[in-house]
């Protein structure tokens, strides 16, 4: 990394910060005597298989950034706006929304910044591979994972039942808003990305309207400036 190339603050806040959250997350664990058995196998395989990619597509990876971040984040500023929250829980949950915050403007950033300087095929190619990623991961961070059904006492069919409502599949949408902001924003939402967001439930029609008011937002306060 050359000297004052801003990918070098990201890498070593990323690398503190994140530290510092498994600490804290382990520490709350602790006390709460909760038996969190932490990210199913087949999931931290894959996300460990896109770590790797990300050396040779690092667009790739920082839009595996916003989607890992974007539903926690929609989440937790949602549980922060409630009043009956233990003091140690809130505390835990502005600090990572802070330190989150940051991590995500820096992947919107680059995005800006170098998914326009890609080749077509490979800006196709990534918005192909974005919504395979964002079903996964939003889906295994917002719904109870198939292996806690017998736990709770959850039914096979309740759980699909719950994993296919409406209501459900809007609020996935919802947390995976800037993900698809960001791929509308950058000519990434083709015909065949878009048919794979609709066939996982993750299109959010209201999203295209919203991403092109905000184009248009900022259209206009460029042209206001100018």
């Given at each position: ?9 990201y890498a070593?806040?990323?690398i503190v910060e ?9 520490e709350?664990i602790?006390?709460?005597?909760w038996d ?6 087949p ?5 460990t298989?896109?770590t790797?990619l990300?050396?040779f597509?690092?667009?790739l990876?920082m839009?595996f950034?916003?989607?890992?971040e974007?539903?926690i984040?929609?989440?937790q500023?949602?549980?922060l706006?409630g009043?009956h ?12 929304a ?6 995500i ?8 910044r170098m ?5 077509a095929w490979r800006?196709w190619l990534l918005?192909l591979?974005?919504?395979f990623?964002a ?6 961070i ?12 959850i039914?096979w069919?309740s759980?699909?039942k719950?994993a296919?409502?409406p209501e459900?599949?809007?609020h996935?949408?919802r947390c995976l808003?800037?993900?698809r902001?960001?791929?509308v924003?950058?000519g990434l939402?083709?015909?065949?990305a ?5 066939l996982f439930?993750i299109f959010?029609?209201?999203l295209?309207?919203?991403s ?5 937002q900022?259209e ?6 100018s």
């Open positions: 990394i050359p000297n004052g190339a801003p990918e070098f603050r070593h806040h990323e994140e530290a510092q959250h498994c600490m804290m997350f382990q709350f602790n006390r709460t005597k969190v058995k932490g990210i199913p196998t999931i931290l395989r894959a996300t298989f896109v790797i990300g050396a597509f690092p667009s990876f839009f950034v916003l989607i890992g974007g539903p984040d929609t989440e500023k949602k549980v706006k009043e929250i233990p003091p140690l829980l809130r505390r835990i949950l502005q600090v990572h802070n330190e989150e915050s940051r991590h403007g820096f992947a919107m950033a680059y995005l800006n998914v326009p300087k890609l080749p800006r918005g591979m974005i919504p990623i079903a996964v991961i939003a889906n295994a917002l719904l109870v994972e198939v292996r806690d059904t017998r736990k709770f006492g039914g069919r759980w699909l719950h296919s409502h459900v599949r809007s996935v949408a808003q800037s993900v902001v960001q791929c924003h950058l939402m083709h015909c065949s878009r048919f794979f967001w609709k439930g959010g029609e209201n295209v309207q919203l092109k008011r905000s184009e248009d900022l206009s306060k460029l042209s206001e400036a």
